[in-house]
């Protein structure tokens, strides 16, 4: 099973070549739903949690704050990659899931853009 | 076959069995269980599943040869109810030919927790819950006074599209799903022996 920094290095890697500006460890707060994200782009709202026992997320992502997120995203109010550490065997196999996610949320509304420099 | 396409149906195949797992213990708890024989629910062809519920079930046709048959099958199948029901002697009795690979639906269609405004609700099979009144508000009050849990078919349903965001997101009737989680499975096998022909 991948650890909690294993896996988070391995999503930031993978939304950062995708052009998102993951920011870590970032204290989310919507609409009564408040948790701290492991990845969060606030700009294109675009984050990622890796769901572990060791960094006791079980007791801020709870079913009821899973359900919210996934309404969100299917709203296209914001896009959030949930994923718990006793589903994925590998860092392939969570890179492959990001990827897919990253894909639906570009397929919605496009890759990111970013203002020039 | 790909070897990160097998643990994916392996990864899957572990979520529906929790999926399983969650029913026995709620039906240990409450006495309610399908009667022995029931195929009701399979005979509803609009019964949806997402793509990626049904890879395990894809991925063991793949390795058995039968994938082809059974995608060509499927397809000429819409509309109709799922193509592993064997209907019984009569109406609403049958068996699923495929049971160990059946996807969370079929697992949790007998009952299964649903979050609404007023908090967590028990959605009973009708069958069942005519079966068992008395035994359903009893378990209907436990679950809502927290003593008792019960399988959220959202939160397995979360869990698989986890793997898979693109093929688990968009529930589809039962054969529609299979068609696309078999072309997914046949692709992948394709690219693996190198011959890259799927057929249309």
């Given at each position: 099973?991948?650890?909690?920094?294993?896996?988070?290095?391995?999503?930031?890697?993978?939304?950062?070549?995708?052009?998102?500006m993951?920011?870590?460890?970032v204290?989310?707060?919507?609409?009564?739903?408040?948790?701290q994200?492991?990845?969060?782009?606030?700009?294109?709202?675009?984050?990622?949690?890796?769901?572990?026992t060791?960094?006791?997320?079980?007791?801020?992502?709870?079913?009821?704050?899973?359900e919210?997120?996934?309404?969100?995203?299917?709203?296209?109010?914001?896009?959030?990659?949930?994923?718990?550490?006793?589903?994925?065997?590998?860092?392939?196999?969570?890179?492959?899931?990001?990827?897919?996610?990253?894909?639906?949320?570009?397929?919605?509304?496009?890759?990111?853009?970013r203002?020039q420099? | 076959?790909?070897?990160?396409?097998?643990?994916?149906?392996?990864?899957?195949?572990?979520?529906?069995?929790?999926?399983?797992?969650?029913?026995?213990?709620?039906?240990?708890?409450t006495?309610?269980t399908c009667?022995?024989?029931?195929?009701?629910?399979?005979e509803?062809?609009?019964?949806?599943?997402?793509?990626?519920?049904?890879?395990?079930?894809?991925?063991?046709?793949?390795?058995?040869?039968?994938?082809?048959?059974?995608?060509?099958?499927?397809?000429?199948?819409?509309?109709?109810?799922?193509?592993?029901?064997?209907?019984?002697?009569?109406?609403?009795?049958?068996?699923?030919?495929h049971?160990?690979?059946?996807?969370?639906?079929?697992?949790?269609?007998?009952?299964?927790?649903?979050?609404?405004?007023?908090?967590?609700?028990?959605?009973?099979?009708?069958?069942?819950?005519?079966?068992?009144?008395?035994?359903?508000?009893?378990?209907q009050?436990?679950?809502?006074?927290?003593?008792?849990?019960v399988?959220?078919?959202?939160?397995?349903?979360?869990?698989?599209?986890?793997?898979?965001?693109?093929?688990?997101?968009?529930?589809?009737?039962?054969?529609?799903?299979?068609?696309?989680?078999?072309?997914?499975?046949?692709?992948?096998?394709?690219?693996?022996?190198?011959?890259?022909?799927?057929?249309?």
């Open positions: 099973m991948l650890s909690e920094a294993q896996g988070c290095a391995a999503l930031q890697r993978t939304f950062e070549r995708r052009g998102y993951v920011a870590r460890n204290a989310f707060s919507e609409d009564g739903v408040a948790f994200a492991d990845g969060w782009d606030a700009a294109q709202r675009v984050g990622f949690e890796f769901v572990t060791a960094a006791g997320d079980r007791q801020e992502f709870t079913p009821v704050v899973m919210r997120l996934e309404t969100w995203t299917r709203e296209g109010r914001l896009y959030f990659f949930l994923v718990d550490e006793t589903d994925v065997d590998t860092e392939e196999d969570l890179v492959w899931a990001a990827q897919r996610f990253l894909d639906e949320v570009e397929k919605r509304r496009g890759s990111p853009s203002p420099p | 076959m790909t070897n990160r396409l097998t643990r994916q149906a392996t990864q899957v195949l572990r979520i529906l069995q929790d999926g399983d797992a969650d029913t026995q213990a709620f039906a240990q708890a006495g309610l009667p022995p024989g029931c195929g009701a629910c399979c509803n062809p609009s019964i949806s599943a997402t793509p990626v519920e049904l890879l395990p079930m894809a991925v063991e046709l793949e390795q058995t040869g039968q994938a082809q048959a059974m995608l060509e099958r499927a397809r000429a199948s819409t509309g109709k109810w799922c193509v592993f029901y064997q209907a019984g002697a009569a109406p609403g009795l049958g068996r699923c030919t049971y160990r690979w059946r996807p969370m639906v079929c697992r949790l269609f007998g009952y299964a927790g649903v979050r609404t405004r007023r908090g967590l609700e028990v959605a009973v099979c009708w069958n069942l819950h005519q079966a068992n009144p008395e035994r359903m508000t009893h378990a009050e436990q679950v809502e006074q927290g003593a008792l849990a399988p959220v078919f959202a939160d397995h349903a979360r869990r698989v599209a986890g793997l898979d965001p693109t093929l688990g997101r968009t529930p589809l009737p039962l054969n529609q799903a299979l068609v696309l989680a078999l072309e997914h499975v046949l692709t992948h096998a394709a690219y693996a022996r190198g011959d890259g022909d799927v057929g249309p």
